[in-house]
């Protein structure tokens, strides 16, 4: 099931309760900045090449007033942010208030403050509110800075100059967080326009707007879930063995090597410094070309572009991971999709897909096939890592008539672990039910499943009949193995109530594969 986006409107409505919570008052000023998706053209800024990015509906927003006392605090309604999530700093007192630290979020904003461009700062008080995946590799550091800036600007503006704010919360990101970033991060950031990817050439500084708006055409982004930290990764190693390379050539950069060049120099390289220099050269090209495929409407060629620029992430520049390859590889299986491939700085976070708008709901409903990695214990001391396929079932259930949601209600419920079970929480309010469960897998030890905080779905129905697909639990009780069974289960309660299937819309074909059903009121 596709995550819905909190718009601006309610990120900044989130973030403004909050602040008057807190202080007492409402806002006066907010800044806000969205995070990006990069097409093509991965490890390519730090080395002056081009790359493709655009920017997101994923949104970072800042809401706050100048203080009277000049202090300044700090709030981030971020769940996932590290502790504390409120800092005070009184910089007429302490130099070195600016300085990076703890907790890891606020360096992001020492660092906008640091290199402001119309410093000092007058104190103030702030809320940062995102819907941006911390660690998704969707630049949630650079929307942060650049929310920040246009925040300060607010507060007390400098010239306005767009390129110089860019290249201003680029700086910070490198003095303040550790990561020796390229620019493009921030340039789509401040630059991106909705509907077109940005075509950046990072020596230059010149971007190119790509329309990118055809309706039957979609970017699908998927998170891994595996968490990554550019700061503590291999992503400062990467750069180095970047500019090595481009030394050991004679050259300032990988942007001004060619593959022949690579070529006829690598007797004089050792083989990982080649093959990161030969990934960093072959996708400057690669992103010159998917721009123009782009622009073209020519999407198998991005699409293969895409594909390639994977392998190369994951076999020459070793920045993939074995969660990004399966979903780039379940995405590739599906009819529909021209192209997918991690994105952003590696070692976990999202890929990003290019395909047809109609092939969208059988990708998310592939995809949600996991892929789970545990270690099995024979003894002290003594582990073998395993690894099962794990089937996450989503039903997103709309209903008009709230009494048939109450009575969905007593009759589904998630099950324990233990066995125990509680009911599911219905929302009459919004006539919608969703329900998300996995069903155990006989390779999947008991202990690791209950690690996970799966939970499975059970139906109360003493006419039901075991079978492989429903399974008698206790007396009443039957477990829901998969999305066929739910919807047996799901048609014996509507055509009780007097409902019928509404055999044209959707597609037949869709009520077949059980992945969209309509019901009438008979």
Same mark, same amino acid.
């Given at each position: 099931m596709a995550a819905r986006v909190p718009d601006v409107s309610e990120l900044l409505g989130s973030a403004r309760r909050l602040y008057g919570q807190v202080f007492g008052e409402e806002p006066t000023v907010a800044g806000c900045a969205p995070g990006r998706v990069n097409l093509i053209g991965e490890h390519t800024d730090y080395n002056h090449g081009f790359v493709l990015p655009m920017a997101l509906p994923f949104l970072t927003v800042v809401v706050g007033s100048q203080s009277s006392d000049g202090r300044l605090t700090v709030i981030t309604a971020a769940e996932e942010a590290d502790e504390p999530r409120r800092v005070d700093l009184d910089l007429s007192g302490d130099p070195a208030a600016l300085s990076p630290g703890s907790p890891r979020w606020v360096s992001y904003v020492k660092g906008v403050m640091k290199h402001y461009r119309a410093a000092p700062v007058p104190g103030f008080r702030a809320v940062v509110s995102s819907s941006v995946p911390l660690g998704g590799g969707l630049s949630s550091s650079a929307s942060l800075e650049v929310a920040f800036y246009t925040f300060l600007q607010q507060l007390k503006p400098d010239d306005g100059d767009k390129l110089s704010k860019a290249l201003a919360c680029q700086q910070a990101e490198h003095t303040h967080a550790g990561v020796p970033c390229g620019i493009m991060d921030q340039f789509v950031s401040v630059f991106g326009r909705e509907g077109h990817a940005l075509l950046i050439d990072c020596r230059s500084l010149e971007a190119t707007l790509v329309p990118l708006a055809d309706p039957d055409l979609v970017v699908l982004i998927t998170n891994s879930n595996v968490k990554h930290s550019l700061a503590g990764s291999e992503y400062p190693v990467r750069r180095r063995q970047c500019e090595e390379a481009a030394s050991a050539l004679g050259r300032d950069s990988l942007r001004n090597v060619s593959i022949k060049d690579l070529e006829e120099a690598k007797a004089r390289l050792d083989d990982v410094t080649y093959r990161r220099a030969r990934h960093v050269i072959e996708?400057?090209?690669?992103?010159?070309?998917?721009?123009?495929?782009?622009?073209?409407?020519?999407?198998?060629?991005?699409?293969?572009?895409?594909?390639?620029?994977?392998?190369?992430?994951? @076999?020459?520049?070793?920045?993939?991971? /074995?969660?990004? @390859?399966?979903?780039? /590889?379940?995405?590739?299986?599906?009819?529909?999709?021209?192209?997918?491939?991690?994105?952003?700085?590696?070692?976990?976070?999202?890929?990003?897909?290019?395909?047809?708008?109609?092939?969208?709901?059988?990708?998310?409903?592939?995809?949600?096939?996991?892929?789970?990695?545990?270690?099995?214990?024979?003894?002290?001391?003594?582990?073998?890592?395993?690894?099962? /396929?794990?089937?996450?079932?989503?039903?997103?259930?709309?209903?008009?008539?709230?009494?048939?949601?109450?009575?969905?209600?007593?009759?589904?419920?998630? /099950?324990?672990?233990?066995?125990?079970?509680?009911?599911?929480?219905?929302?009459?309010?919004?006539?919608?039910?969703?329900?998300?469960?996995?069903?155990?897998?006989?390779?999947?030890?008991?202990?690791?499943? @209950?690690?996970?905080?799966?939970?499975?779905?059970?139906?109360?129905?003493?006419?039901?009949?075991?079978? @492989?697909?429903?399974v008698n639990m206790s007396r009443g009780l039957f477990e829901i193995k998969d999305l066929q069974s739910f919807v047996e289960e799901l048609l014996k309660v509507s055509l009780a109530e007097g409902f019928l299937v509404d055999l044209v819309t959707p597609d037949p074909a869709k009520i077949l594969n059980c992945t969209s059903l309509r019901l009438v009121k008979g």
């Open positions: 996708e400057i090209e690669r992103t010159v070309q998917a721009a123009e495929a782009l622009k073209r409407g020519s999407y198998k060629e991005f699409g293969k572009l895409m594909v390639e620029s994977h392998t190369s992430l994951r @076999d020459l520049y070793e920045v993939s991971c /074995s969660e990004l @390859d399966e979903l780039v /590889s379940a995405a590739m299986d599906v009819e529909g999709v021209y192209g997918s491939r991690m994105t952003g700085g590696g070692f976990g976070g999202c890929t990003v897909t290019l395909l047809q708008a109609h092939a969208v709901h059988k990708v998310i409903l592939h995809i949600q096939v996991r892929i789970l990695h545990f270690n099995l214990r024979h003894g002290p001391e003594n582990y073998e890592l395993r690894t099962c /396929s794990v089937r996450v079932f989503t039903v997103d259930l709309f209903c008009t008539w709230r009494a048939f949601l109450a009575l969905l209600c007593e009759r589904f419920s998630y /099950s324990s672990s233990q066995g125990s079970i509680r009911s599911h929480p219905c929302s009459l309010r919004q006539n919608r039910l969703e329900l998300e469960w996995v069903s155990k897998p006989d390779d999947l030890p008991q202990d690791q499943y @209950d690690k996970q905080g799966y939970r499975g779905l059970t139906v109360t129905n003493p006419e039901a009949t075991c079978s @492989d697909d429903v």
